[in-house]
């Protein structure tokens, strides 16, 4: 997926040279998944995971496009745990190291996934093999589906 998200993915983003669009892959343990299939909706104890890398073009046999260059830009994972975290979701960010560092409630990726998440504060709607479970076990957020709604007319 490749949308833009709070400051510091920003500024990830800015850090690329001109033209060189950034890569975002979105990684989910395969027990959450599969609930998520079944219930349209996330177990608590899910691990999103966020790796945004940087791109290049014109190597190799590829001259028309972009791929995914080999250095990471940033790891980000969105956890859920109901008993641990005010609203049930945290996100922890890592910061050049092995361990991760929770970003403070305060930070703006909260309120815009709280505002703009389709599914329980998550961008459910930029995956297009997860967005038509969640519509089919009705799970969509009242804000999403307003927002759906107004970009229709």
């Given at each position: 997926m490749t949308f833009?998200?709070?400051?510091?993915?920003?500024?990830?983003?800015?850090k690329a040279p001109e033209g060189e669009p950034?890569?975002?892959?979105?990684?989910?343990?395969?027990?959450?998944y599969r609930e998520f299939v079944r219930t349209g909706t996330w177990p608590d104890?899910?691990?999103?995971?966020?790796?945004?890398?940087?791109?290049?073009?014109?190597?190799s046999i590829n001259q028309h496009g972009h791929y995914q260059r080999g250095d990471v830009q940033g790891i980000e994972v969105h956890v859920k745990d109901a008993a641990r975290f005010k609203g049930g979701w945290a996100f922890f960010g890592f910061e050049g190291g092995s361990s991760a560092?929770?970003?403070?409630?305060?930070?703006?990726?909260?309120?815009?996934?709280?505002a703009h998440?389709?599914?329980?504060?998550?961008?459910?709607?930029f995956y297009p093999t997860l967005l038509p479970l969640a519509r089919q076990q009705a799970t969509l957020s009242?804000?999403?589906?307003?927002e759906e709604a107004k970009a229709i007319k």
């Open positions: 833009g998200r709070n400051r510091r993915h920003r500024v990830l983003r800015e950034m890569f975002d892959n979105t990684f989910v343990d395969p027990e959450s104890k899910t691990q999103i995971v966020l790796e945004v890398r940087r791109s290049a073009s014109k190597g560092k929770k970003i403070p409630e305060a930070a703006s990726c909260y309120s815009c996934h709280a998440g389709a599914v329980d504060t998550t961008f459910v709607q009242a804000a999403f589906l307003e």
